[in-house]
């Protein structure tokens, strides 16, 4: 039996970090190579935005591809759990439109346990 009590938490595993969701909706159309995402994302540092790459190749939602030319050239894409996310993400941005209302007034939930940062 899994340890976890919902097997929508392995989803959202994958999804948790502050700047998963943002990176993987950067490469849902192109390639990109980490400058790229760096401009793309100019509020994470570049500490963050590495940890998190190295979490989604390791996970498996995106791939990270080197070319060994000089300089080396590191280019990522989506793997195909990273392409079936997709439309989840689009569900969660769609959602966050349509009742930016009532998120706005929620309040974040307590916990016992405690919450690990990622930035």
């Known amino acids: 039996m899994s340890?976890?009590?919902?097997?929508?938490?392995?989803?959202?595993?994958?999804?948790?970090?502050?700047?998963?969701?943002?990176?993987?909706?950067?490469?849902?159309?192109?390639?990109?190579?980490?400058?790229?995402?760096?401009?793309?994302?100019p509020e994470v540092s570049?500490?963050?935005?590495?940890a998190q790459l190295k979490e989604l190749e390791t996970d498996g939602v995106i791939i990270r591809t080197l070319y060994p030319d000089v300089p080396p050239r590191v280019e990522y894409s989506l793997s195909p759990l990273g392409i079936a996310l997709i439309p989840l993400l689009q569900q969660m941005h769609?959602?966050?439109?349509?009742?930016?209302?009532?998120?706005?007034?929620?309040?974040?939930?307590?916990?016992?346990?405690?919450?690990?940062?990622?930035?």
């Open 94 to 119: 769609d959602f966050a439109l349509n009742h930016g209302d009532l998120l706005a007034g929620s309040e974040p939930i307590a916990s016992s346990e405690p919450v690990a940062a990622d930035d």
């Open 46 to 50: 570049q500490k963050v935005l590495t």
């Open 3 to 41: 340890s976890l009590p919902c097997p929508a938490y392995r989803v959202l595993r994958l999804l948790a970090g502050k700047w998963k969701p943002a990176i993987l909706f950067h490469l849902r159309a192109q390639t990109l190579r980490f400058g790229d995402l760096r401009r793309c994302l």
